[in-house]
C-alpha cells in the first residue's frame, strides 16, 4: 500500500468510501476488500460495519491478508492485551479510563512517537505529533460518553504516516446536546465546527476546549491532514498555498466519532 499523492490533502482517498456507501442501498451484494483502503478512510469503515451489519444491509469486509484490520481485532479480542505492535502498524484498545488503560494509552503514543522519530520524522514535528495523538486518544474516555470503547491505530509509509483513533460512542452532537445549554436544534456541522476550528467546548470549566487546539497545532505545523467524521457530517482539511481550508461534507450517519491525520516529511539528506 502507497501513500504517494495523499500529502496536502486526504480528500480524494475517501472518495472510494462514499461512493461505495452508496451502491450499499443499490445492489444485492457487495465485497470490499480492506486492502484496498487507506487507513482513514478504512478506520471509518469498521466503525460503520457493525451498524451496516445490524441494518442487513449487504456488505462484506474482506480482511484477509490487511495487518491493520488484524491488529484491532487482537486488540479487541477478549483476554488479549491491550496493545498490539508491529513493523509499521500498531493498534490500542482504548476502553474505558483507570490507572491500567491510561497507562497502555500513554504507553502507545510514545511508542508511536519513537517510531516517528525513526522513521526521520523531525524531533520537534515528531513531538507535536505524538502530543496530538495522544491527545486524541484521551478524548475518548473524556468525551465519548459511557461505556464507549474505542480504539486508536497507526499506519507508517516512507516519509508519512497515518494516525486514525474511533469510537462507538455518543457522537459530536450528542456531547453538545447532553449538557442542557439548550442545544437540542444544534446541526452536525456546526458541531463539528465548534469541536474542531473554534475549539469550543461541550463543557463550561475553566480550561476546558484545548483538546482539539493541541492536534491542530501539531497539524499546522507539519506537512499534515486531518478528517474528522460523527452522525451524518465529515469536517476535513484541504492545504492551498495560503492556508487551510475546511470542508464540510454530507454522510451516512455514523454511530460515534472518527478523526484521522495524515503526516507526510521530507527525507533527510545525508551529507
Not at 137 to 152: L, T
Not at 171 to 187: H, K, M, W
Not at 206 to 211: A, F, H, N, V
Request: glycine share 12%; hydrophobic share 40%; net charge negative.
Amino acid at each position: 500500500m502507497s501513500a504517494g499523492g495523499l500529502a496536502g490533502s486526504t480528500l480524494g482517498c475517501y472518495r472510494a468510501l462514499e461512493d461505495f456507501t452508496d451502491a450499499l442501498d443499490a445492489t444485492d451484494s457487495i465485497v470490499l476488500r480492506a486492502s484496498e483502503l487507506e487507513l482513514g478512510p478504512l478506520a471509518e469503515l469498521l466503525v460503520l460495519r457493525r451498524q451496516w451489519q445490524s441494518q442487513g444491509k449487504p456488505f462484506r469486509l474482506d480482511t484477509e491478508g490487511d495487518k491493520r484490520c488484524a491488529a484491532v481485532r487482537h486488540v479487541a479480542t477478549p483476554g488479549q492485551p491491550p496493545v498490539w505492535h508491529g513493523e509499521r502498524v500498531g493498534a490500542l484498545n482504548i476502553y474505558g479510563g483507570g490507572e491500567v488503560a491510561d497507562l497502555a494509552a500513554h504507553e502507545f503514543a510514545m511508542r508511536a512517537g519513537r517510531l516517528a522519530t525513526d522513521a526521520g520524522m523531525p524531533g520537534a514535528a515528531a513531538r507535536l505529533w505524538k502530543g496530538a495523538f495522544a491527545e486524541l486518544i484521551g478524548n475518548v474516555n473524556e468525551h465519548a460518553g459511557d461505556g464507549a470503547r474505542g480504539i486508536a491505530v497507526y499506519e507508517f509509509y516512507t516519509n508519512a504516516v497515518w494516525i486514525a483513533v474511533a469510537d462507538n460512542g455518543q457522537g459530536v452532537v450528542r456531547g453538545y446536546t447532553s449538557t442542557g445549554q439548550g442545544l437540542e436544534a444544534l446541526e452536525t456541522a456546526t458541531a463539528l465546527k465548534w469541536a474542531v476550528v473554534d475549539h469550543r467546548s461541550r463543557l463550561s470549566e475553566p480550561g476546558r476546549g484545548t483538546g482539539f487546539s493541541t492536534v491542530m497545532r501539531a497539524m499546522l505545523t507539519l506537512d499534515a491532514s486531518l478528517r474528522v467524521r460523527s452522525d451524518d457530517a465529515s469536517i476535513e482539511t484541504e492545504r492551498p498555498a495560503l492556508g487551510v481550508n475546511w470542508v464540510v461534507r454530507d454522510q451516512d450517519k455514523l454511530r460515534g466519532f472518527v478523526v484521522s491525520m495524515f503526516v507526510g516529511w521530507k527525507p533527510t539528506r545525508l551529507a
